[in-house]
């Protein structure tokens, strides 16, 4: 299932989302129309194709033998500002004898059915084809508002607007094995680009880059952005902060968006494409919405059921890590934005593994991210530096099930059950461990010049010199004994006035009072914000 994944601006008072449709993925229970029979039907696996602007892009071929069915969706505004039209267009393979599709954001608020050819609605809502027109199509109407923070299926101004691909299901009849591709398009003649279920409708520039054999597209609508300070930073992080998944392509749509434009979301992630607003790209913090974003085209969903928290903590923590090792911000300001000590007015406690006690707060972000900091030194002091919290995440393609999980592949890096107990005391309860104190847990490779001074982090660390801050000296106290207070514990009590500001006081992460303003909305195939 596809999801959508977004970066809230950390320090808002209160917070609301744009998720551009972030479907349910339930499909509509067996139609009953009298068209249809009781044979079988079969669920189509999908595969994602490269969608480009062109209007007609071509299927993958299909290896010999093989029956494809390839669905093009195709984007396109409206005369009428307020919607835009998505035809869902389909070519249909000689074996594949009965064919229906469902569409399950259709009927939810503003979105509509705007027209059918080849195709009859049943009465349990799905989209049946007649079996008779060559390339049968669905067209729905979808409502977008012109607010960054309440466009729940997509955003339009006046000179543009960006949308994502509602999930549809299909399923044949056929003694044959199809597959499914898909692809997402802009409209013949109409200005825009669309990849990764995201398509932006309008006036833009294109730039094409190519760093460590991926291929970095900067779709910018604002035609006087400029990528090149995040190019450099894919460049350095393709080569040293992959998380040994590399991608064919990623997609960045920049919409032309002021910073007070952007509001509390500023960045959300599908599949391999995200959008940022302009002042994105600018890297000049470690907590910058790109960076974070980057992560999520990378580990997607990170957990399930009680692991959910991993998704958007694992961004939040690797991508200010991954920023502070390619010279973004400073050292001081990456341990600020990794601590979390904010409480909510009601003073209520957060427990990462209870989604009830974050669900419409940013908890998960900052409480997340900063029990993720503890853990990665955690892992590192106790396997002499040989492994990082890194290794429980590199490589993987599919979320953990749930903490469980994730517990079991820590403690599988660790090599030391006994870790498992202290990830419980952060996870599943109240309690926030502080921070480490000593540099070397932060090194994300030890190559690198962050500070500039032309010394790489590892040789200033056996100098013990400080590698994040130029000419500075790296205190007495040794990196094992750092780590091991992090690991005392220390608990929320709502009761108690919570302390602010202290290493290793912070009680807790309590819920910001405003909820988000999710759509039960859908998106095809994987992940994040």
């Known amino acids: 299932m596809r999801a959508m994944t977004c970066r809230w601006l950390r320090g808002s008072g209160t917070l609301a989302v744009v998720v551009l449709l972030v479907v349910a993925g339930v499909a509509p229970a067996v139609a009953t129309a009298r068209s249809e029979t009781s044979e079988p039907w079969t669920t189509l696996p999908t595969h994602?194709?490269?969608?480009?602007?062109t209007p007609t892009p071509t299927p993958t071929p299909a290896p010999e033998g093989e029956e494809i069915l390839h669905q093009r969706a195709i984007a396109a505004r409206n005369d009428d500002p307020g919607s835009v039209t998505l035809t869902f267009a389909y070519e249909v393979p000689s074996a594949v004898t009965g064919l229906r599709v469902a569409v399950p954001v259709v009927g939810l608020d503003g979105i509509t059915?705007?027209?059918?050819?080849?195709f009859e609605r049943t009465e349990r809502g799905y989209f049946l084809w007649?079996?008779?027109t060559e390339r049968p199509t669905v067209s729905i109407r979808m409502a977008v508002s012109d607010s960054i923070d309440s466009g729940v299926r997509g955003v339009e101004r006046d000179d543009w607007a960006l949308v994502s691909e509602p999930q549809t299901r299909i399923q044949v009849r056929t003694d044959a094995q199809p597959r499914q591709t898909t692809s997402f398009e802009v409209a013949e003649g109409e200005p825009g680009f669309a990849r990764s279920h995201l398509a932006y409708l309008g006036p833009h520039e294109r730039r094409n880059v190519t760093v460590a054999d991926e291929r970095a597209t900067f779709v910018l609508g604002n035609e006087s952005a400029d990528p090149e300070r995040a190019t450099s930073f894919l460049r350095t992080a393709n080569e040293h902060f992959d998380?040994?998944?590399?991608?064919?392509?990623?997609?960045?749509?920049?919409?032309?968006?002021?910073?007070?434009?952007?509001?509390?979301?500023?960045?959300?992630?599908?599949?391999?494409?995200?959008?940022?607003?302009?002042?994105?790209?600018?890297?000049?913090?470690?907590?910058?919405?790109?960076?974070?974003?980057?992560?999520?085209?990378r580990l997607g969903a990170v957990g399930r059921e009680?692991?959910?928290?991993?998704?958007?903590?694992?961004?939040?923590?690797?991508?200010?890590?991954f920023a502070l090792n390619d010279g973004v911000g400073s050292y001081d300001s990456f341990r600020?934005?990794?601590r979390a000590t904010a409480y909510a007015p009601d003073r209520r406690s957060v427990v990462l593994t209870d989604a009830e006690t974050w669900r419409g707060t940013k908890a998960h972000y900052a409480k997340g991210a900063h029990v993720l900091a503890a853990l990665d030194a955690e892992i590192q002091r106790r396997t002499d530096g040989e492994h990082s919290l890194r290794d429980v995440f590199a490589g993987r393609t599919d979320p953990f099930r749930n903490y469980r999980a994730?517990?079991?592949?820590?403690?599988?890096?660790?090599?030391?059950?006994?870790?498992?107990?202290?990830?419980?005391?952060?996870?599943?309860?109240?309690?926030?461990?502080?921070?480490?104190?000593?540099?070397?847990?932060?090194?994300?490779?030890?190559s690198l010049d962050p500070d500039g001074d032309g010394t790489a982090s590892g040789a200033e660390l056996d100098a013990s010199r400080h590698p994040f801050v130029e000419g500075a000296q790296l205190?007495?106290?040794?990196?094992?004994?750092t780590a091991e207070t992090g690991t005392a514990e220390t608990s929320t009590d709502a009761e108690t006035t919570p302390r602010t500001g202290t290493e290793g006081s912070a009680p807790g992460f309590g819920i910001v009072a405003a909820l988000v303003a999710l759509a039960t909305l859908a998106v095809g195939s994987n992940r994040r914000t």
């Open 48 to 53: 994602q194709t490269d969608g480009t602007a």
């Open 113 to 118: 059915v705007d027209g059918m050819d080849g």
């Open 130 to 132: 007649d079996g008779e």
């Open 243 to 297: 998380l040994g998944i590399q991608r064919e392509t990623i997609t960045v749509f920049v919409l032309p968006l002021s910073g007070l434009e952007e509001g509390p979301v500023q960045a959300a992630t599908v599949d391999t494409g995200f959008w940022v607003g302009s002042t994105g790209l600018r890297l000049d913090s470690t907590g910058s919405v790109f960076t974070h974003e980057y992560v999520h085209t």
């Open 306 to 321: 009680d692991a959910a928290w991993l998704t958007e903590a694992s961004a939040e923590y690797y991508g200010r890590l």
């Open 336 to 338: 600020d934005g990794l």
């Open 406 to 446: 994730f517990r079991a592949a820590v403690i599988e890096v660790a090599g030391d059950e006994s870790i498992g107990s202290w990830l419980d005391r952060y996870a599943t309860t109240n309690a926030l461990p502080p921070l480490p104190d000593h540099p070397r847990y932060y090194v994300a490779e030890p």
């Open 475 to 481: 205190q007495e106290q040794s990196a094992e004994s």
